[in-house]
């Protein structure tokens, strides 16, 4: 009961200095590569970075009132971000897909969630006022890279 009079008082005074003021964010686009078969499908010999870089071109040609030099960074979760795969797939992807080379890009690995991790960093940027426009996305090739990583 006391922490819950606490946190009230301190919401209080950061209300007051507009310090939970959040900004709305919104999803604008949605794009994927198809699915391939691992090691024998279609896509086993495409570099992940080409598939990338792929995506963000679409997702900057379906949201036509953003050009590309507004886009503030470009997050790419990735579990195995190494070899074929890239070291930092964000800022190469960024790099292919022809945004600017003032277009920073980074890398999220968190296995599994890497994708997930990589939208709610670029959420995290925005609500926080760090970034305006973010293209964000998971990748992945299992063809590329074994299992256990290199």
């Known amino acids: 009961m006391r922490l819950n009079k606490t946190l009230r008082r301190y919401r209080k005074d950061f209300a007051q200095l507009g310090a939970w003021e959040m900004k709305e964010i919104v999803i604008v686009s949605g794009v994927r590569t198809p699915v391939g078969r691992a090691n024998r499908g279609t896509l086993a010999r495409t570099r992940l970075d080409d598939l990338a870089a792929i995506v963000t071109k ?3 040609e379906r ?3 953003v050009v590309a030099s507004e886009v ?3 997050i790419m979760g ?3 971000p190494e070899h074929s795969q890239s070291f930092n797939i964000g800022r190469v992807a960024a790099l292919l897909a022809g945004l600017p080379y003032s277009v920073p890009g980074q890398t999220v690995n968190r296995l599994c969630a ?3 991790q990589a939208i709610v960093t670029g959420a995290q940027q925005i609500i926080n006022g760090i970034s305006e426009i973010v293209i964000a996305g998971g990748v992945e090739s299992m063809s590329q890279v074994p299992m256990m990583g290199y």
């Open 58 to 60: 679409e997702v900057l």
């Open 63 to 65: 949201t036509p009132g």
């Open 72 to 74: 503030d960074d470009v």
């Open 78 to 80: 990735c579990a195995f």
């Open 114 to 116: 890497s994708g997930l």
